[in-house]
């Protein structure tokens, strides 16, 4: 099995995702253990030789930051931290974000400016490499002092506390231990606060927001192309020159691609009676690019978070300085999550419309595109059910980072909500591929009444693949079944 050493070089988003999908073993690289190994060898001397009160290694937490904790308790200190913090709520977070915060933290602690012991980063990658999946919960983290509560719930699993999945199964986190026969970890001064503190939760779920929006965002296009055929639309607004002179990159990239796509289509090739499309398809190229320059703008900052260390207090052994600071706050993630929802969810809505479109009975497709409509109400209310979705993905763009609460006495006064913002995108994520597997439905059944005219090879291949799953609705049956089979398809099997 091939092996990713984390050497604290600058890691890409693709690269990331790369070393999740691959299954490989990660370690640690020899020049991460000397970081490691150099801050923690500061720490313990910086402790034994001096009366001074640093946060969180010889003091309470929050607003007892000035209580003293004498040095025989500071490991007793860690270890409650840990089992005071764990105090999540709500549904179970999914596995694949537990893998990603697993291995995101033992990124950020291999910088080495975090004083914790290489025994603890080699446990957090253990748990990876064993896919080991402490419990986590979605709800309990203010985005600002780190993502308390769930890390406190990864740590956990650290110390031989609290559940696990393990080989499928939920277990006590003892349990896995004896199993694999390892010890809990004994938390050493400063490692619960390092464990703890930082933007873990954020960023596995900003990781995977960034990855999923960059495929959505072809996936979309290319539906809405098939529509565009299917609706008889007209090819003028995809043209270089009209999007080149509105200079908004995203536009133009989407133009182009549609241009792409579409190249060698009959049915955008022929004479049309209309002069002009609804905005639905005609402003494709200015309202999916504008979706596009915001992913790519977020995906900058998660690459940048994904590369940081972001618990407090950072040390810096070369500077002899131990910095109580904000790293950890999550103002930068809180922000992107809400803009990617907001850009998501429009390319949602605009998808709903060209439903809408499609089933209107209009330029020579029968209403709800299907015969005998009376009898039958083919496709209408499938299209309730996308306009039900993408309703409630308006409600979840409501931002969560323009909201605070004061917390821990006044001392964390001002919070980011950037957890809750990671959690209802990801709700919007799901929610679009129902809303994208719902237009292909539509496309492809509105498609099958422009036969004998054909679309694009490249449309056409996909019209293929999506019938090998759903076909071609002659009577009124249970559409349900064909919802979930479109989403699967548009999730797993639809190329971009």
């Known amino acids: 099995m091939s092996i990713y050493y984390i050497d604290n070089q600058w890691i ?11 299954n490989c073993q990660v ?10 190994n150099k801050c923690r060898s500061y720490l313990d001397e910086k402790i034994a030789n001096s009366d001074q009160l640093i946060y969180g290694i010889n003091t309470g937490f929050g607003s007892l ?14 270890r409650n931290l840990v089992l005071s913090h764990a105090c999540g709520m709500g549904a179970e977070i999914p596995h694949e974000i537990i893998k990603r915060i697993l291995l995101l933290k033992a990124i950020g602690l291999a910088h080495g400016n975090s004083g914790v012991d290489i025994s603890t980063v080699e446990r957090l990658l253990f748990f990876y490499n064993n896919d080991i999946q402490p419990l986590v919960f979605e709800l309990g983290s203010l985005g600002a002092s780190g993502d308390l509560a769930p890390l406190a719930h990864i740590s956990l699993g650290l110390i031989g506390e609290g559940e696990v999945y393990y080989k499928g199964l939920k ?11 390892i010890s809990p970890l004994v938390l050493k001064s400063k490692e619960g606060l390092a ?61 182009s691609y549609f241009r792409l796509i579409m190249e060698g289509s009959e049915l955008l090739n022929r004479p049309k009676a209309h002069v002009q499309d609804p905005y639905s398809f005609r402003c494709i190229p200015q309202v999916h690019g504008a979706s596009k320059d915001v992913f790519d703008h977020c995906s900058k900052i998660v690459e940048r978070e994904i590369n940081a260390v972001t618990d407090n207090p950072t040390i810096f052994p070369e500077e002899d300085e131990v910095v109580s600071a904000g790293n950890f706050h999550g103002q930068p993630l809180a922000l992107s999550l809400d803009f990617l929802a907001i850009a998501l969810a429009e390319m949602g809505s605009i998808s709903e419309r060209r439903t809408y479109k499609l089933i209107s009975g209009a330029r020579a497709l029968p209403a709800f595109l299907i015969e005998n409509a009376g009898l039958n109400s083919g496709l209408m209310i499938v299209h309730y059910a996308c306009a039900a979705i993408v309703s409630q993905n308006k409600q979840l ?82 559409c349900h079944l064909d919802m979930v089979k479109a989403k699967y398809f548009v999730i797993n099997e639809m190329k971009i």
């Not at 277990?171 to 026969?181: D, F, T």
């Not at 927001?209 to 995809?238: Q, T, Y």
């Open 397 to 478: 763009c409501t931002p969560a980072s323009v909201d605070t609460i004061d917390s821990s006495n006044g001392q964390e006064d001002h919070v980011s909500m950037g957890a809750n913002a990671a959690t209802k995108l990801h709700r919007i994520i799901d929610n679009c591929y129902a809303i994208m597997g719902i237009e292909l439905i539509n496309a492809a059944q509105a498609l099958e009444f422009r036969r004998p005219m054909i679309s694009a090879p490249l449309l056409e291949d996909l019209f293929l693949q999506f019938r090998k799953e759903v076909s071609f609705l002659k009577v009124d049956r249970n």
């Open 27 to 36: 370690e640690l690289s020899t020049s991460s253990k000397e970081a490691i």
């Open 195 to 255: 464990l703890l503190n930082g933007t873990q939760f954020m960023s596995a779920y900003a990781s995977y927001a960034v990855h999923h929006c960059s495929n959505m965002w072809f996936k979309f296009n290319k539906i809405a192309a098939l529509s565009l055929d299917a609706f008889d639309g007209r090819k003028e607004p995809f043209q270089s020159n009209v999007n080149e002179i509105r200079n908004q990159v995203g536009q133009i990239e989407a133009a």
């Open 171 to 181: 277990m006590s986190a003892k349990e896995v231990h004896a199993q694999l026969g």
């Open 12 to 22: 890409s988003l693709v690269k990331f995702e790369e070393i999740l999908a691959s």
């Open 65 to 78: 930051c000035n209580t003293a904790i004498s040095s025989v308790d500071l490991g007793e200190l860690q």
